[in-house]
């Protein structure tokens, strides 16, 4: 029965991404984190949307947030760096391992948002 459960949890893709962005240590109560939550719905449902973060992905955010796109892209990236100054290291290293640069030691945003989206759909995909 707990097998049939997680199978209909993980077929929804909302829930999964708020699972791993829990999982991951993203502060839920930071402006960017419906921001993230919503930019990673549109990647996973138009792969086009991560070859255009800045005049598709943040435009279309702001819109449905009423707010500019410079404000999404500045508080997805202040999620980023919050969950990477707290966030358990090993849970880090499981999901971006060597897809971020050591120098700069976060992903960017759209990073962030592709391989997260790449870990639900995979996840999504294999529940069906």
């Known amino acids: 029965m707990v097998f049939l459960q997680r199978n209909r ?16 240590g993203a502060p839920d109560h930071l402006v960017g984190h419906p921001y993230v939550i ?14 255009s973060i800045t005049f598709g992905l943040y435009p279309q955010l702001a819109v449905e947030f009423d707010t500019t796109p410079a404000r999404v892209e500045r ?5 980023i760096e919050v969950t990477w100054a707290r ?8 999901y971006f ?4 640069s050591a120098s700069r030691g976060k992903p960017t945003n759209g ?9 639900v759909k995979g996840r999504v995909d294999r529940a069906a």
């Open 111 to 119: 990073e962030f948002i592709a391989r997260v989206a790449n870990v």
């Open 9 to 24: 949890r993980n077929r929804d893709p909302e829930q999964e991404i708020r699972r791993i962005l829990l999982e991951l």
């Open 75 to 79: 508080a997805i990236r202040h999620l």
């Open 38 to 51: 919503r930019a990673i719905q549109l990647v996973i449902s138009d792969r086009l949307y991560i070859n």
């Open 97 to 100: 391992g060597n897809t971020v």
């Open 87 to 94: 966030g358990d290291l090993d849970i880090l290293e499981k």
